[in-house]
């Protein structure tokens, strides 16, 4: 009997040891939902024209969407996709949310990447009232029938007509938040687009320029402390020509060449075909000179061969559009 109470106490034991050794069953893990797209953030992805669109990530690269532009697209560039119980989209925030509803109240999301179409314009003054002057500021009108400054457009582009007005392009780049210089706080714009990249409508994409390779990029492009407030030679605008842009100069040459009246514009051309019209300043009309440092200065329309004829010397004060590549003048 002893025995007995002894093998069943052995027994009972063991049976308690390996009962303590056996690991605890911990929570259980949440299931997704059945008919879920993601588990993890990393499942998505964003897509379409404008960065508008969060879904699966297998799905968010060959997305095609039309490349209309609407307020609320810029609100997304700031905005996290992932996943949210179980579908691909837009995490929410407060950020977010104030950001939409100031896009649907008709604000424009600002500092934001945007890509549009539209058409390269003459920007409307923002006062009509009293004389309006004729200069024709470069500008973008956009399908969201707004106006936009256009800041880094490639001004070469422009001067040599690569880009003119009534052109439909697809342009894209940063929506800033504020005018870029005084000049455009004259013009009746919604904002300015720091260009990154346009193409005329059905063509492929045209980067601008590699500033290293093309232009006046070999050339000195040194900074300056204050803006001068005499006249300025030829050479230093063109030596200056980054550190001068935006900014109002009096710049003093020699007039070596002239694009008015009828060559600008010819009477026998077609409609809307003509050029600018400019003059070219340099400190010398020696035929040796290096023509690189010729200055093109766009003037009015108004302006007649009598007023710039060739050898006159001159002072001209105009806005300087300068970059490492190039160098323009238009006369204020």
């Given at each position: 009997?002893?025995?007995?109470?002894?093998?069943?106490?052995?027994?009972?034991?063991?049976?308690?040891?390996?009962?303590?050794?056996?690991?605890?069953?911990?929570?259980?893990?949440?299931?997704?939902?059945?008919?879920?797209?993601?588990?993890?953030?990393?499942?998505?992805?964003?897509?379409?024209?404008?960065?508008?669109?969060?879904?699966?990530?297998?799905?968010?690269?060959?997305?095609?969407?039309?490349?209309?532009?609407?307020?609320?697209?810029?609100?997304?560039?700031?905005?996290?996709?992932?996943?949210?119980?179980?579908?691909?989209?837009?995490?929410?925030?407060?950020?977010?949310?104030?950001?939409?509803?100031?896009?649907?109240?008709?604000?424009?999301?600002?500092?934001?990447?945007?890509?549009?179409?539209?058409?390269?314009?003459?920007?409307?003054?923002?006062?009509?009232?009293?004389?309006?002057?004729?200069?024709?500021?470069?500008?973008?009108?956009?399908?969201?029938?707004?106006?936009?400054?256009?800041?880094?457009?490639?001004?070469?582009?422009?001067?040599?007509?690569?880009?003119?007005?009534?052109?439909?392009?697809?342009?894209?780049?940063?929506?800033?938040?504020?005018?870029?210089?005084?000049?455009?706080?004259?013009?009746?714009?919604?904002?300015?687009?720091?260009?990154?990249?346009?193409?005329?409508?059905?063509?492929?994409?045209?980067?601008?320029?590699?500033?290293?390779?093309?232009?006046?990029?070999?050339?000195?492009?040194?900074?300056?402390?204050?803006?001068?407030?005499?006249?300025?030679?030829?050479?230093?605008?063109?030596?200056?020509?980054?550190?001068?842009?935006?900014?109002?100069?009096?710049?003093?040459?020699?007039?070596?060449?002239?694009?008015?009246?009828?060559?600008?514009?010819?009477?026998?051309?077609?409609?809307?075909?003509?050029?600018?019209?400019?003059?070219?300043?340099?400190?010398?009309?020696?035929?040796?000179?290096?023509?690189?440092?010729?200055?093109?200065?766009?003037?009015?329309?108004?302006?007649?061969?009598?007023?710039?004829?060739?050898?006159?010397?001159?002072?001209?004060?105009?806005?300087?559009?300068?970059?490492?590549?190039?160098?323009?003048i238009r006369k204020v």
């Amino acid at each position: 009997m002893k025995m007995r109470q002894l093998l069943f106490i052995a027994v009972l034991l063991a049976v308690i040891v390996i009962s303590a050794c056996e690991p605890a069953a911990g929570p259980q893990q949440p299931q997704p939902p059945a008919n879920s797209e993601c588990t993890a953030d990393s499942d998505c992805g964003v897509g379409g024209c404008s960065g508008q669109v969060c879904t699966e990530a297998d799905k968010a690269a060959g997305l095609v969407t039309t490349c209309e532009y609407r307020e609320e697209y810029g609100c997304y560039q700031k905005a996290s996709c992932g996943c949210v119980s179980g579908k691909c989209g837009w995490k929410p925030t407060s950020e977010l949310q104030a950001c939409l509803d100031s896009a649907k109240d008709g604000m424009i999301p600002v500092d934001t990447p945007i890509t549009m179409e539209g058409e390269i314009v003459c920007l409307p003054h923002r006062d009509k009232t009293g004389v309006q002057t004729l200069e024709c500021a470069y500008g973008f009108f956009g399908i969201d029938n707004r106006y936009y400054g256009l800041k880094n457009l490639n001004q070469m582009d422009l001067v040599e007509g690569k880009i003119t007005t009534g052109q439909q392009i697809q342009i894209s780049g940063t929506l800033l938040s504020e005018p870029s210089n005084v000049e455009e706080k004259m013009y009746d714009i919604a904002g300015t687009i720091e260009v990154e990249s346009y193409a005329q409508v059905g063509t492929s994409t045209v980067q601008p320029e590699d500033p290293n390779k093309t232009g006046l990029s070999p050339y000195p492009d040194l900074s300056i402390t204050s803006l001068p407030k005499e006249s300025v030679s030829v050479k230093f605008v063109v030596e200056h020509r980054s550190a001068l842009d935006g900014k109002t100069v009096q710049v003093r040459g020699v007039v070596v060449g002239t694009l008015l009246g009828e060559k600008a514009c010819p009477s026998s051309g077609m409609s809307g075909m003509c050029a600018m019209p400019r003059i070219y300043l340099s400190d010398t009309s020696a035929e040796n000179r290096d023509k690189a440092y010729d200055l093109t200065v766009l003037v009015t329309e108004d302006g007649q061969e009598g007023d710039y004829s060739v050898g006159k010397i001159i002072e001209v004060q105009g806005i300087v559009a300068g970059s490492k590549s190039g160098v323009v003048i238009r006369k204020v």
